[in-house]
C-alpha cells in the first residue's frame, strides 16, 4: 500500500474535478505534486491548498498575479505560461490525469509520456490530432496509457488484449445527445444552452456540444482506432440513448461483452486510477429493474454529418483528423458564443477538410503548424458567416 504521486492536467474542469475528489477520498494512497488550470484562478488556488499541492500551474500568463496573490501564506509554488504547464507534466509524478479539453492538451501529455508515467487519458483530442506520433511516444518510452473516455474504458475492461485475434470488433455506443429527436428544420436554431444539456451526462462546454453534433463520437472513433489494435471497419457506433451500456466488444465466436455502469464519470476515473485494481467510488449503483428497458438504434449520419466526416477523415490519414479536430474546436467555440449556428459547426468542419488535403504528418511540429493552419481557415469561415 505505497503512496502514489499524481499530476492532474486540467484539475479544474468537469473531468478534473471529478479526480481530485476520488483521490481527495483516498488520502493514504495519493498525494498531489500537481495541477493546472487554464484560467480560473480561484478553483485552482483552492484546490492546491486544500491538497497540499507542490505546484500550481495557471496555463495564462496574464493570471500569474492572481495566482500568486491567491496562494500566499502557503507552500504551494503558482507559475504561469505554456512552459510551466509542461514543467507541471514533468515532474516526477507516478500517475498523470490528462485532462485538459482540446488540443492544448497535447504538448504537456506528451511531456508525461516521454518520462514513461502513467497516464489517465480523457483529454481525447490528443488522440485525434496526433495519434500515431502519441502512440509511437507511448511504445518508445514505455509510458502505460489508460483510456478514461467511458466508452474506451468500457472497451479497455473488456477487450482481450492476449488474444486481439478472438476480438472482431468494438461497438461504442453514443446517447445521441440532446437532438437525437429534435426537429431537422430547427436544428440551425438550437441555442449553445440548449445544446450543453446533455440528457444523461454532466461535462464541459466543448464535449457537450460535441456530443450534441456527435462529433464526440466521431472523435471517439478516432481516439478507439489508436487505442485498440483493430482496422478503422471494425468499430461501430450505435446509439443507445439510455448511457447505461458504455461500449461492447464482439469476439468470434459470437460472444459480445459489455460494460455497464450509471452515467457518472466517476467509474471510469476511478477504474482508471486504481488499475489493475478496482476501488470504490462514490457512484450511485446500476438499477437495471428501475430503467427497465435499454434501446438501440443504428446513427443517422444525415441528421449527424460529423460522424461520416469523422470516418472519412480516419480513413484519409495524414492530417485529415488534425484538421477535423482543429476546425471543430473553433467552429465550437464561435457557436458557444453565439456567432455562429449550431449547423454551421460541422459545415465550417467540412470546409476546412476540403481546403488542406490530406499531407504526412513526420513530427509533432508538423501537427502544431497543420493544426494552426486549420484554425485560421475555420477562423476565416466564420468570419465569412458573421
Ligand atoms: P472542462 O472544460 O470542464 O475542463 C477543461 C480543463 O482544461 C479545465 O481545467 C481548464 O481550465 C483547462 N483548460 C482549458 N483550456 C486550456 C488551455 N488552453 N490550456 C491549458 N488548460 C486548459 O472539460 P472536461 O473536463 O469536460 O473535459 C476534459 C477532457 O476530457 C476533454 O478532452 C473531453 O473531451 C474529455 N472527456 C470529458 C468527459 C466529461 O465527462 N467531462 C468525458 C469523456 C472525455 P479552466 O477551468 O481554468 O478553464
Ligand atoms: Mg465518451
Not at 476520488?22 to 505534486?33: G, K, S, T
Not at 469523422?310 to 484538421?323: E, F, H, K, M, V
Not at 449550431?342 to 459545415?347: A, M, R, V
Request: net charge negative.
Amino acid at each position: 500500500n505505497e503512496v502514489r504521486t499524481i499530476t492532474i492536467l486540467g484539475s479544474t474542469g468537469s473531468i478534473g474535478c471529478n479526480t481530485l475528489s476520488l483521490v481527495e477520498d483516498n488520502p493514504q494512497a495519493w498525494r498531489v505534486l500537481a495541477l493546472t488550470a487554464h484560467s480560473n484562478v480561484d478553483l485552482l488556488a483552492e484546490q492546491a491548498k486544500r491538497v497540499g499541492a507542490q505546484l500550481a500551474v495557471i496555463a495564462d500568463p496574464a493570471k500569474f498575479a492572481a495566482l500568486k496573490d491567491a496562494l500566499a501564506g502557503s507552500d504551494v509554488r503558482a507559475a504561469a505560461g505554456p512552459d510551466a504547464l509542461l514543467e507541471a507534466a514533468e515532474l516526477p509524478a507516478d500517475w498523470v490525469m490528462a485532462a485538459i479539453v482540446g488540443a492544448a492538451g497535447l504538448k504537456p501529455t506528451m511531456k508525461a509520456i516521454e518520462r514513461g508515467a502513467i497516464i489517465g487519458l480523457a483529454n481525447k483530442e490528443c488522440l485525434v490530432c496526433a495519434g500515431d506520433l502519441v502512440m509511437k511516444a507511448v511504445q518508445t518510452h514505455g509510458a502505460t496509457l489508460l483510456p478514461v473516455d467511458s466508452e474506451h474504458n468500457a472497451i479497455f475492461q473488456v477487450f482481450d488484449f492476449a488474444r486481439p485475434e478472438g476480438v472482431s470488433k468494438i461497438i461504442l455506443t453514443a446517447s445521441g445527445g440532446p437532438f437525437r429527436t429534435h426537429p431537422l428544420a430547427s436544428l440551425q436554431d438550437v441555442t449553445p444552452q440548449q445544446a450543453v444539456k446533455h440528457p444523461n451526462w454532466a461535462m464541459g462546454a466543448k464535449i457537450s456540444v460535441d456530443s450534441a453534433s456527435m462529433m464526440n463520437k466521431g472523435l471517439e472513433l478516432i481516439e478507439a482506432y489508436h487505442l485498440f489494435p483493430l482496422a478503422e471497419d471494425r468499430i461501430e457506433i450505435l446509439i443507445h440513448p439510455q448511457s447505461v451500456i458504455h461500449s461492447m466488444v464482439a469476439f468470434v465466436d459470437g460472444s459480445v461483452l459489455a460494460q455497464l455502469g450509471s452515467p457518472d464519470m466517476r467509474t471510469p476515473i476511478a477504474y482508471s486510477l486504481a488499475w489493475p485494481a478496482r476501488m470504490k467510488a462514490p457512484v450511485k449503483p446500476l438499477d437495471l429493474a428501475e430503467i427497465a428497458r435499454l434501446d438501440f438504434e443504428v446513427p443517422d449520419l444525415v441528421r449527424f454529418p460529423a460522424l461520416r466526416m469523422a470516418r472519412d477523415a480516419l480513413r484519409a490519414g495524414g492530417s485529415s483528423p488534425t484538421i477535423l479536430n482543429a476546425a471543430n474546436e473553433i467552429a465550437v467555440a464561435a457557436f458557444l458564443e453565439k456567432r455562429i449556428g449550431f449547423l454551421d459547426i460541422t459545415s465550417i468542419v467540412e470546409e476546412c477538410l476540403s481546403a488542406m488535403p490530406s499531407v504526412d504528418l513526420g513530427c509533432l511540429d508538423d501537427v502544431y503548424e497543420i493544426d494552426s493552419r486549420a484554425r485560421a481557415q475555420a477562423a476565416s469561415c466564420v468570419n465569412a458567416l458573421v
